[in-house]
């Protein structure tokens, strides 16, 4: 598995706009299920976001649905996160990371290796 970068972070306002974007897990990167993770401080890391690897269904936590949407582009093996009208308790470390399976990918406990992340960071 090649380790994953994630990019996009930054600091907003509530109310704003990001766009994350995660690159990685190579050639095999259009048979995963992909999704994205967040640990904010003192938390435990915790799923945010799942695309199979058609991108035909996602899954979203209830925190973010309406919100945040998940999409990718297998010819690129990329993942991406617009994450719009941004809350307080949305500032985190994000993460992305694959799975075989859609069924599973929401159970952070699966993954034994992450990448370093994207921190985001949201200002009231």
């Known amino acids: 598995q090649v380790q994953p970068v994630e990019s996009g972070g930054g600091l907003v306002q509530a109310g704003g706009s990001l766009r994350l974007s995660c690159v990685g897990f190579?050639?095999?990167?259009?048979?995963?299920?992909m999704g994205w993770f967040r640990q904010a401080p003192g938390k435990e890391r915790e799923f945010v976001a799942a695309?199979?690897?058609?991108?035909?269904?996602?899954a979203y936590a209830d925190s973010v649905k309406g919100r945040f949407t998940i999409s990718r582009d297998n010819a690129k093996n990329t993942v991406y996160l617009q994450m719009n009208n941004l809350k307080p308790e949305d500032t985190a470390v994000y993460y992305c990371?694959?799975?075989?399976?859609?069924?599973?990918?929401?159970?952070?406990?699966?993954?034994?290796?992450w990448g370093q992340g994207t921190q985001v960071t949201v200002s009231s």
């Open positions: 990371n694959a799975d075989t399976m859609m069924k599973t990918i929401t159970n952070v406990n699966r993954f034994g290796s």
């Open positions: 695309i199979s690897w058609s991108g035909g269904s996602t």
């Open positions: 190579g050639r095999t990167f259009s048979s995963y299920a």
